[in-house]
Structures are given as C-alpha cells and as structure tokens.
C-alpha cells in the first residue's frame, strides 16, 4: 500500500497521531528533501529507511517504486510541507499505483491553502486553487483568464517572487481588488496582511519577504 502523509506547514505539532503512527509502521518513507523531513521525523522518533522523491527524480524511479509496492512493500510519501499532491510531487506515483491496482490512501492533514482561504475574510462558497503561476511562457495568457474569474482564487507564491506578482494582479485586477496574503501559517511570525491588491503590495513592498507565501484574491464581480 502507499500512504500519503501530509506533514506540518510550519507548526511540528500539526500532524495528526495517525499519521505518526503510519510513518513508524511502513516499511520505506519517500521524502520530497530528506533533510527537511529528518526534522519531523526526529521529532517524533521515527526510525525508518528514508529516500528521496522529488521533480527530478520521479520519472527515473516511479516503475521501480510500484513495482516494489507490488511485491508487498507499504510506502509513505511525505513532501516538505502540506499534502503531496499539492504543488508537490505525488501525482505520477498514485498515477501508476491506480494503474496497477495498488492501493493508495490519503491521509487528511495539513495542507497551506485552506488556512490562509479560510482566515481570508473572502468568500469561500466557491473559490479556485491554482498553485504556482506561470512564470514566463503562458503568464500572461493565464492573468487575463484569471482576471475574469468571478470565485475566490487561490495561488501559492515563492517569498522573492512576491511583490512581482502582486504588480502583475494589479496590472490585470485593478488596484482595489481585495486580497490577502498568509506567510508562515502556523509558526511564530505568521502574518495575515488583509486588504486591496494596492495596499497589500505597498505593505510587502517596504519590507524584506521571507516564509512560504498564500495569497488569495477575490474574484471579479458582477
């Protein structure tokens, strides 16, 4: 079997205890930076085979992998942060496990998105998540669509790459559209900057940007 195992945004205490319990129980945990997940699973004592699975290396190992579930080996998958799956690596190895009638389970957890919608104070009947935008090739293809899209959005932005992406949905949404941007969820210095896509890119904009970035954005109105 392969687990899928949300881990921790910022916040070590966020795993869930079954998730602790399946991490000492398999027989081989994927890490999206082995370094990174050594900290959790140190934390909670966990001792147990560990390699790497990320971008660049998922297509190289990803037969190798089922076939080893196929043999009877049970797999966790974890990410650095959040649910893989999400802007993270998980796709093409649930891909092929459903291909191979191997089952996959999906552990509930933490993951960046639903935090920073929810504490948003934006409408979040209806809402889209689209990750990471383009960063060349389509940018401004996507804005354009975006800048139509009357649910609540979603988007999930690198710390350097902030303030340029704000400029963008200013060009694209108009200056008084309203926004908020959620840095390090869950951990001491998180921050929740309410307000228009003008004032939150002024905001950001005198200051140096660190932590892992959501930024939600109201859609279009009527």
Excluded: W
């Amino acid at each position: 079997m392969l687990y899928i195992v949300p881990s921790p945004i910022g916040n070590l205490a966020d795993i869930t205890f079954r998730a602790v319990e399946i991490l000492k129980a398999v027989d081989l945990i994927l890490a999206e930076d082995t370094r990174t997940s050594a900290v959790l699973l140190n934390h909670y004592h966990i001792q147990k085979p560990v390699s790497p699975y990320h971008q660049h290396n998922e297509h190289k190992i990803v037969s190798h992998l089922a076939d080893q579930l196929a043999a009877g080996k049970t797999i966790a998958l974890l990410t650095d942060a959040g649910t893989p799956g999400i802007s993270d690596p998980a796709f093409l190895l649930v891909r092929e496990c459903v291909k191979q009638d191997i089952k996959v389970e999906c552990l509930p957890g933490a993951t960046a998105f639903v935090p920073a919608l929810v504490n948003s104070g934006l409408p979040i009947t209806h809402f889209c998540f689209e990750g990471f935008l383009p960063l060349k090739k389509g940018r401004q293809t996507f804005l354009k669509k975006m800048a139509e899209e009357e649910r609540t959005m979603v988007f999930y932005e690198s710390p350097m790459r902030l303030v340029k992406t704000l400029h963008d949905f200013i060009d694209y949404f108009g200056t008084e559209r309203q926004c908020c941007v959620s840095r390090e969820l869950t951990k001491k210095f998180e921050e929740n900057k309410r307000g228009s896509l003008q004032e939150v890119h002024d905001h950001f904009n005198a200051k140096q940007v660190k932590g892992e970035i959501v930024i939600v954005v109201a859609g279009k109105k009527d």
